[in-house]
């Protein structure tokens, strides 16, 4: 039996030897893929947060092209909505100009990878916007995770203002275009015709799935999802 | 154990009996006697396991020395272009030779060119290669052409059928070359291969053409370390991009979904403005290994017969404007929308308002953010931080036609008449790890960035990047009153290979023997062929 193991050991060596070609030597352009971009500069000190994480987070960019950029440290600003990465050679945070991307994505504290997505909003604000994808397919759940600067108390915040998160949730296809959405259960119910919004109901009740939150929402989206009944919007 | 050392053997030549594959490059023309002034066409059929995206051709004399040099993306393991052959070429033997950056093996293909001025010369001598590495192909008689008759009538229409069997198609990889094209027994090119070292540590050429360097000390002639190189493409909308040395002062650019011939300004910087410095261009314009043996050859009276027939011919289609072939151009990528600087703050077109004599007068009254002063006659250039309202204390990146420039006094003089727009960012700008205190571009009118001159540090060229593709011209039946001198008839690099394939083609006016020629490429990587010749009269 060890003759045997020995045997097969020897044949698997000897082949891998002879199909492991010569690995090629690239003498790579350490800025091949230069990001553009312009400098970031600090917004004033009013209460609340305008990024969407407390501090940079490792994560990769999708440039136009195609091209990959990894391990570098981003953060979002959900007030402005851009892209900021820290260039650690030159010690400088950078806000990526948008055009040049595609999307971006990190997996932020909680483990949980997000991606998102740059796409033209055709709304009353047409505009360049990055989404977050919930949920992908044929008709995607997105959100902008929008921060408004909004008035308060002075006692709050000593200018009277303050970030106040925003978010908006779509359900967007390229068809068909973006149709807001509210993460409640009449909401999601609303884009099904009435046969199907009954099976929806039964699905959710059969899976035990109670919509309360942006969680469970994506949760029953995903569930809704897969069985490909018809979305109307 | 005698039985598992047998096992062993077996499988080790099975393994390595897989080996045995053709590893260099097969090139074809489509003729073999030319003349200056032609159009070569050519068809290339790569090995197997080419690790290179990027092929480079080259048309050497019999010292070496290239003529015309050829880069062409590979595609499926072949590839193929044209070579316009310059006026200027004497009559002789002239080498094609195919290579890539990595691969061993040179493959070189001798044609002869007859200069259409002066013709084969009285003493009717000439050397040759004598090179017995020569390349021969497998003739495959399996494959049928149907429908070619012995003779064929000037302009007439003709037909012919290939019939490739099932076993043969299955075998096939990649497209097939058909081609129609005169022939003659007064030449005949042959192909010989050379086998080269090629440098340890070489890049491949995956995506695009490479150009690489050296960045030296002009002093000391060392190479210089931490040194910047910028390569820049003037544009509409300009290429920018960088690279930091280190203590070889190698450098390297990778040029990558761009066709044709481009314009090419390579600079090298001290960011600490101390020394200056040389780029030395590893591009090398002679092949040593193309060198080979050589034996006299008397040109035969036919193949002189035929040269002045052909040069009568070359000169009516000159006289025509008759043009070989059509090229296609190829698609930009839309991920460069905008300039490497930036979407501008502002763009200034000065041609609407009263003509300004100087630089500092267009800067005074129509640019936005920008202050150009020269005083005591010492020029200054600042752009406002529209973040900050205040000015940057550094100049910013200035660019003429996209080349970034050092010199303010090449701008001082620039009035209205000279600038076609002036585009400004009024921000601090990112680009990799370079930062850019504002950003002024200029365009001038000319768009020729004369005003930038070469030196040791700057070096401005044109840049055979990747050859777009091209098209035989068969002449509309329309013009019947123009004479037809196609010595191709039929040129199909990469004919799809069905059961039957069908090739309609049109004789010229040209008389003599033409060959319909079939190749292409088997999976065990050996080339094939099959031809047929016909007479035209």
Known sequence: MTNRILLIITILGLLTALSVTAQETLHKNGNAEKIKGTRFIPYPGY??????????????????????????????????????????????????????????????????????????????????????????????????????????????????????????????????????LKMNRSSLLSKFNKPNQKLVKKMLRKNKVLIADEHSFVAAWNLIKDKEIEIIF | MKRKLLILLLLFVAVTGKTQERKYFSLFTDRDLYTSGETLLFKIFGPENESAGIVHIDLLNTSGKKIVEINKKITDQQTDGFIYLPDSLSSGCYLLCTSTRNNPTLTFNQIYICNRFTGIPEGGTSIRSSET??????????????????????????????????????????????????????????????????????????????????????????????????????????????????????????????????????????????????????????????????????????????????????????????????????????????????????????????????????????????????????????????AMRTYFEKAPLLLIDGIPIHDLNIIKTLGSKDIDRVEICLSERFYGDLAFQGVVAIYTSKSNFSRIAESDELIKFNLDVNQPAAILIIPSEKLQNEPDFRKVLLWKPSQKPEETVRLDFQTSDIRGNFKLIVRGTTSDGSVFYKEQIFEVN
């Open chain 2, 133 to 386: 590495r020569t390349v021969t192909e497998k003739p495959v008689n399996e494959l049928e052409i149907e429908g070619i008759d012995k003779t064929r009538q000037t302009r007439s229409k003709a037909q012919a059928t290939i019939h490739l069997p099932v076993k043969l198609l299955s075998q096939i990889k990649g497209n097939l070359a058909v081609s129609i094209a005169e022939t003659n027994s007064g030449y005949n090119s042959e192909s010989f291969l050379k086998s080269i070292k090629p440098k340890e540590d070489q890049i491949v050429e995956k995506d695009g053409v490479i150009l690489e360097g050296f960045v030296k000390d002009l002093k000391t002639g060392e190479p210089f370390k931490n040194g910047i190189v910028f390569l820049s493409i003037p544009d509409s909308i300009p290429r920018f991009n960088f690279y930091k040395t280190g203590a070889d002062g190698y450098f390297n650019f990778q040029f990558d979904n761009y066709y044709g011939k481009i314009p090419v300004v390579i600079q090298g910087l001290d960011p600490e403005k101390k020394r200056l410095l040389k780029i030395v261009l590893n591009h090398p314009d002679s092949i040593p290994a193309a060198i080979s043996s050589f034996e006299n050859w008397t040109v035969s009276t036919e193949l002189r017969k035929i040269a002045a027939q052909n040069i009568e011919a070359l000169t009516f289609s000159k006289i025509f404007n008759q043009q070989e072939i059509t090229i296609q151009s190829g698609s930009r990528p839309k991920a460069e929308a905008y300039p490497f600087y930036g979407v501008p703050t502002s763009v200034v077109d000065p041609h609407p308002f009263i003509d300004l004599p100087d630089f500092t007068e267009i800067s005074r009254e129509l640019l936005p953010g920008v202050k150009f002063r020269a005083y005591n006659r010492i020029p200054s250039l600042q752009v406002l931080n529209s």
């Open chain 1, 47 to 180: 209460s609340g947060s305008p990024y969407l994480t407390d501090k940079f987070i490792f994560g990769e960019i999708e440039f136009l092209d195609g091209i990959k950029i990894g391990n570098l440290g981003l953060r979002y600003s959900s007030f402005k909505d851009e892209l900021i990465y820290y260039n650690a050679v030159i010690s400088a945070q950078i806000i990526i100009d948008k055009i040049s991307l595609k999307g971006f994505s990190f997996t932020d504290d909680k483990g949980e990878h997000r991606v998102f997505r740059r796409q033209y909003y055709n709304g009353l604000l047409h505009e360049e916007r990055f989404f977050e994808v919930l949920s992908d397919g044929k008709v995607s759940l997105l959100v902008y995770r929008k921060v408004d600067l909004e008035t308060c108390d002075t006692s709050y915040n000593k200018f009277g203002l303050a970030f106040q998160p925003s978010f908006y949730y779509y359900i967007y296809s390229a068809d068909k275009g973006y149709s807001p």
